[in-house]
């Protein structure tokens, strides 16, 4: 009888120990899913970002600021080059007493259909002005210099002064220094000029051409 007694616990108490097992073995099957479950929603975030939520940010290494940058420069270096950078296209130096010559070849360089802007001394001179300045102003705001040269223009202190101050600025520009000799032999052609031709006036329209066409020359080199 004792010995039967002492069984039936034992068989009792192994049924509770049997439901935690089960209960265990059940919690512990159903972690898993639900740790996978959760890692699913992060995973998608992270894969595929907003890009709202970061802006791309603009700086020195993005395309558009060099593409403004070569823009502006170009604008500015265009506005002060070529024929418009100088106030005038021809300065006619002449004597006092070729101041009506002067004045027909200025009348033709500007009625022309290139529109030659022209320096004429008497005309375009600043009132008050000293000689010395407004002549070599004029010579520095011109593209080309055309020197009438005649037997006035040998015998006039001026008009060598500008002639020297002509070659001394440009040597070496070919085009810009035009000689048109007037009632002069060959012989008298000025030797400082001896390296460079000149425009012959004894032609029907007194040279007016030929010196057009040189200053026309001269202004496509520079646009």
Request: proline share 7%.
């Amino acid at each position: 009888m004792a010995s039967s007694t002492s069984s039936a616990p034992r068989s009792r108490s192994r049924k509770p120990l049997g439901k935690m097992a089960d209960w265990f073995r059940q919690a512990l099957s159903k972690k898993p899913k639900k740790i996978l479950e959760s890692s699913d929603g992060p995973s998608s975030d992270v894969s595929q970002p907003s890009s709202q939520d970061h802006p791309p940010r603009l700086g020195l290494s993005s395309t558009s600021s060099p593409t403004h940058v070569v823009a502006s420069s170009s604008g500015s270096s265009s506005g002060s080059s070529g024929r418009w950078s100088k106030d005038y296209d021809v300065c006619v130096c002449h004597s006092e007493e070729d101041l009506a010559a002067a004045q027909e070849l200025v009348s033709y360089l500007e009625g022309s259909t290139a529109s030659l802007r022209c320096f004429l001394q008497l005309r375009d001179a600043t009132p008050g002005g000293a000689i010395v300045s407004e002549l070599c102003q004029a010579l520095s705001n011109s593209h080309c210099r055309v020197l009438l040269i005649t037997p006035g223009f040998l015998q006039d202190p001026w008009c060598k002064y500008q002639m020297l101050q002509a070659l001394s600025e440009a040597p070496g520009a070919e085009g810009r220094t035009i000689p048109l000799m007037s009632g002069l032999a060959r012989a008298a052609y000025p030797a400082e000029l001896r390296f460079m031709y000149f425009v012959d006036g004894r032609g029907p329209d007194g040279g007016f051409r030929q010196v057009k066409e040189a200053v026309m020359r001269y202004l496509q080199t520079i646009s």
